[in-house]
């Protein structure tokens, strides 16, 4: 922290001289890194239409154009940050723009958070605000974790207003810790852990090192665990709930994800840009240009251990261990310092971090910005289904899997979702599982739903139609040309796979959409 009596004009006439450039560099990049937002009505992240489709249900619940097929059920569980505040939101604008606001507000809480952490720390910016925009387009955010977002973004803050009040009266701490526990169980329960864990870490690291007598740690601790576990209390007191059943461990891919955490789009430009990163990084520590303090190394340690040990799904939640990855890269830098040898190094430095920057940005904004027209094509494709609809998806895929083959199909992924507005129709693939979203399926239509499903494969479907169905048959697509009313089939064009039972609408690079002939 500052301390009190250092004058806030020698802080400042600091930043004015040798720090000026990386701080003029710092904010044009960050002005660029907020652009592709700005620039896309519907940013192609993969869960995003998935939930602009929620937010449209949740906005028009209880009006005359509210969606037949879908109720809203609130209930004392976390995850709903968006949920919470976009429907409000859209009071004042319309829905889609509600949202990116949402996400733009997310990513500007990533930001600030990080600088605001640094500053609390350190009692200047020096390299935060670089990590924050670096991971900015990482790959959890990149596909569409909105609520894991803005709640690590609350949670850098939260952790940065705790170190600033680290010596001040308890009463003060318990209650704004009090708060910010409260908004992060609302927001995401994964940032609430991270929020938890630094901080948890962070007064155990000072018992270590002396700075605190075991009683006066034990208390600070407990005050710190005390609102997450009565808010957990009322949870299940309440019937509430984090999400469904189930938790999975896929030890193979925790080597895998530092290398893939950079970019969600393009695994080569992950795997240059995540090197990069970990090369310089490690030679920078060797030269001793590079240094956690007492704190950031028990910190390091700490996420270190939890990536290994945590499921990669947890509470019904994927990707549970790759969103430590970028907690600890929006952390740590708080407790570290860089002290290059000369100002050619400086510059050197400045270059390469604002490479990684840029190239990420670039293989957003040539992802995202093409977005527009597929994402316009297959909402006028909406136009020519009948309203309260009964809409499929599928995909060409074999195995109905993500197309890890070609990340940038990935954000058509849910599009067809969107159907829930502008056809007011059923689309079995909406988010809707108790414990994560506050929409369910009504019970005429709840034997159809996937609540966190994809599209079926195409030749499930077809096999189907055949009267050869394979074994293991979901249930929801059984009898599927009988249940429903209209297919989109994602993927490249390709012929139609059953001419006597569908008719093609709707045509274009990502999708086709056929009319199902009802079988007598």
Not at 8 to 28: E, K, N, Q, Y
Not at 277 to 288: E, H, I, K, T, Y
Not at 371 to 380: G, K, L, P, Q, S
Request: aromatic share 12%; charged share 15%; glycine share 8%.
């Amino acid at each position: 922290m500052i301390p009190s009596d250092k004058p806030t004009s020698t802080i400042w006439a600091r930043l004015g001289s040798d720090r000026s450039t990386p701080i003029s560099v710092l904010a044009v990049l960050a002005a660029l890194s907020f652009l592709p937002v700005l620039l896309t009505p519907i940013p192609a992240m993969v869960d995003y239409p998935n939930h602009l489709a929620r937010m449209y249900i949740l906005s028009q619940n209880g009006t005359p154009n509210a969606n037949p097929y879908y109720e809203v059920a609130w209930a004392f569980y976390p995850n709903l940050g968006m949920d919470l505040l976009v429907p409000q939101m859209a009071r004042l604008i319309n829905v889609e723009n509600a949202t990116r606001l949402f996400l733009l507000l997310s990513q500007l809480l990533i930001v600030g958070g990080a600088l605001l952490l640094e500053w609390a720390r350190k009692g200047r910016v020096h390299l935060a605000g670089f990590a924050a925009l670096a991971f900015l387009y990482c790959l959890p955010f990149s596909w569409g974790f909105v609520n894991f977002e803005f709640g690590l973004g609350l949670a850098l803050c939260g952790i940065a207003v705790y170190l600033m009040l680290a010596e001040r009266p308890w009463p003060l701490r318990f209650v704004v810790n009090m708060v910010f526990v409260a908004a992060l169980f609302a927001a995401h329960f994964f940032s609430l852990g991270v929020y938890g864990a630094t901080l948890g870490v962070y007064e155990l690291s000072r018992i270590r090192h002396g700075r605190r007598s075991y009683g006066v740690a034990a208390a600070r601790l407990g005050a710190l665990a005390i609102p997450a576990l009565a808010l957990f209390g009322i949870m299940r007191m309440t019937a509430g709930s984090i999400g469904s059943e189930g938790t999975s461990w896929f030890i193979g891919f925790k080597p895998i994800w530092p290398l893939r955490i950079m970019n969600g789009y393009n695994l080569t430009i992950a795997a240059a840009t995540g090197l990069t990163l970990m090369v310089s990084l490690f030679f920078a520590a060797r030269r001793g240009v590079l240094k956690l303090e007492t704190a950031g190394t028990w910190l390091a340690i700490g996420f270190a251990l939890l990536y290994v040990v945590i499921p990669s799904k947890l509470f019904g939640t994927s990707f549970v261990d790759l969103r430590v990855i970028p907690a600890a890269a929006l952390i740590l830098p708080a407790f570290c310092s860089l002290t290059l040898p000369s100002r050619a190094w400086r510059m050197a430095a400045l270059a390469a971090i604002s490479g990684v920057i840029l190239i990420n940005l670039a293989v957003v904004l040539t992802v995202w910005l093409p977005y527009r027209t597929d994402y316009a094509a297959i909402v006028e494709s909406f136009h020519k289904i009948d309203r309260g609809s009964r809409i499929l998806v599928a995909s060409t895929d074999d195995n109905g899997d993500p197309p890890f083959a070609d990340l940038t199909s990935y954000p058509m992924y849910y599009a067809p979702t969107l159907a829930v507005h502008y056809a007011n129709a059923f689309v079995p693939n909406l988010f809707t599982e108790a414990g994560k979203q506050p929409v369910r399926p009504r019970e005429d239509v709840r034997r159809l739903a996937i609540p966190y499903g994809g599209p079926v494969p195409l030749g499930v479907l077809t096999a189907i139609a055949a009267s050869r169905p394979p074994a293991g048959v979901p249930p929801f697509v059984r009898t599927w040309h009988q249940d429903f009313d209209y297919l989109y089939v994602l993927g490249p064009r390709a012929a139609n796979p059953l001419p006597d039972l569908l008719e093609a609408l709707d045509t274009s690079e990502r999708f086709v959409l056929y009319r199902i002939r009802r079988k007598s």
